[in-house]
T-cell receptor, first 114, second 114 residues
Framework: DAGVIQSPRHEVTEMGQEVTLRCKPI?????LFWYRQTMMRGLELLIY????????DSGMPEDRFSAKMPNASFSTLKIQPSEPRDSAVYFC????????????FGPGTRLTVT | AQSVTQLGSHVSVSEGALVLLRCNYS??????LFWYVQYPNQGLQLLLK??????LVKGINGFEAEFKKSETSFHLTKPSAHMSDAAEYFC????????????FGAGTRLAVHP
């Protein structure tokens, strides 16, 4: 298995632009998670899906952030408009349900907003 | 509130020395606990997990952790550090309540010097 795939690996954009991060989970995994990692705040869970349905989006910082999972093999995290404080590494992870709580992480997308 | 605390944001050991990374949890019910490792510019990788079976858990790369309910701890150890162990280590706690959601500690950066 190729593991969790994220694209792009690096994104540099200007403040005010729309940013879309993409994730392909491991085939057969029912849960998908989006995390953000920064030096100041560590690893934060933004949102997670179960069977393509958002279950908990309490970690989404504000309305500028949105996430979708149109099918079992694809998810997006969108920031519109982006701000410099959104600069971080964004990770996607997936896991099986219901007995396994191991999450498999993708390599991350390093976002820089100038 | 359910939480996990990692003591020491940076740990430095000599190659061949014992590695001890500390993690304490706060929960009124037996938790599921995990240790993840993050190498530079990579996503997190599961090292080991505790899911209410054996209290001494063995993981990959020679790491192990012991669940001690009386101390509410789940410290990670390795008898002999290798240069390749230099990375950031995260303790994680599965939040109870029917949710497949992990709460991560702040992380401990391990440095191994010759």
């Amino acid at each position: 298995d190729a593991g969790v795939i994220q694209s792009p690996r690096h994104e540099v954009t200007e403040m005010g632009q729309e940013v879309t991060l993409r994730c392909k989970p491991i085939s057969g995994h029912d849960y998908l998670f989006w995390y953000r990692q920064t030096m100041m705040r560590g690893l934060e869970l933004l949102i997670y899906f179960n069977n393509n349905v958002p279950i908990d989006d309490s970690g989404m910082p504000e309305d500028r952030f949105s996430a979708k999972m149109p099918n079992a093999s694809f998810s997006t995290l969108k920031i519109q408009p982006s701000e410099p404080r959104d600069s971080a590494v964004y990770f996607c992870a997936s896991s099986l349900a219901p007995d396994s709580y191991e999450q498999y992480f993708g390599p991350g997308t390093r976002l820089t907003v100038t | 509130a359910q939480s996990v605390t990692q003591l020491g944001s940076h740990v430095s050991v000599s190659e061949g020395a014992l590695v001890l990374l500390r993690c304490n949890y706060s929960s009124s019910v037996p938790p599921y606990l995990f240790w993840y490792v993050q190498y530079p510019n990579q996503g997190l990788q599961l090292l080991l997990k505790y899911t209410s079976a054996a209290t001494l858990v063995k993981g990959i790369n020679g790491f192990e952790a012991e669940f001690k309910k009386s101390e509410t701890s789940f410290h990670l150890t390795k008898p002999s550090a290798h240069m390749s162990d230099a990375a950031e280590y995260f303790c994680a706690f599965r939040k109870t309540g029917g949710y497949n959601k992990l709460i991560f500690g702040a992380g401990t950066r391990l440095a191994v010097h010759p």
